[in-house]
């Protein structure tokens, strides 16, 4: 079964910017949607944003106002969340997931999860 690792969590001043990488283990990546979730401490899981097999086509929440973005390399079995201008309630741990789902999917419908990667904003 295909595995994903998430990486690029850290310390980040309020404003600042961070990219977070998810890596799969093959290529079967390349057929599946794509999304990031959170987790802030002592709270729900929410969707951030999700992109289809082919990279074209993205969904992004309505709070994010445009501050982050979803991008894939399917031929590195790559996908990234830039995330700019950091706000403390950015706080959480960072999830990467995979599936054969719809843009709009639930956490639920995904298949794969990676271990997730803290980011924590901070002054």
């Known amino acids: 079964q295909m595995q994903l690792v998430e990486s690029g969590g850290g310390l980040v001043q309020p404003g600042g910017s961070l990219n977070l990488s998810c890596a799969a283990s093959d290529a079967t990546f390349g057929r599946y949607t794509v999304a990031w979730f959170r987790q802030p401490r002592g709270s729900e899981r929410e969707f951030l944003a999700a992109?289809?097999?082919?990279?074209?086509?993205?969904y992004y929440s309505d709070f994010l106002r445009g501050r982050f973005m979803i991008t894939r390399d399917n031929a590195k079995n790559m996908a990234y969340l830039l995330m700019n201008d950091l706000k403390f309630e950015d706080t959480a741990i960072y999830f990467c997931?995979?599936?054969?789902?719809?843009?709009?999917?639930?956490?639920?419908?995904?298949?794969?999860w990676g271990q997730g990667t803290q980011v924590t904003v901070s002054s």
């Open positions: 992109i289809r097999s082919n990279g074209l086509n993205r």
């Open positions: 997931a995979a599936g054969d789902v719809i843009l709009r999917a639930p956490g639920r419908d995904y298949e794969l």
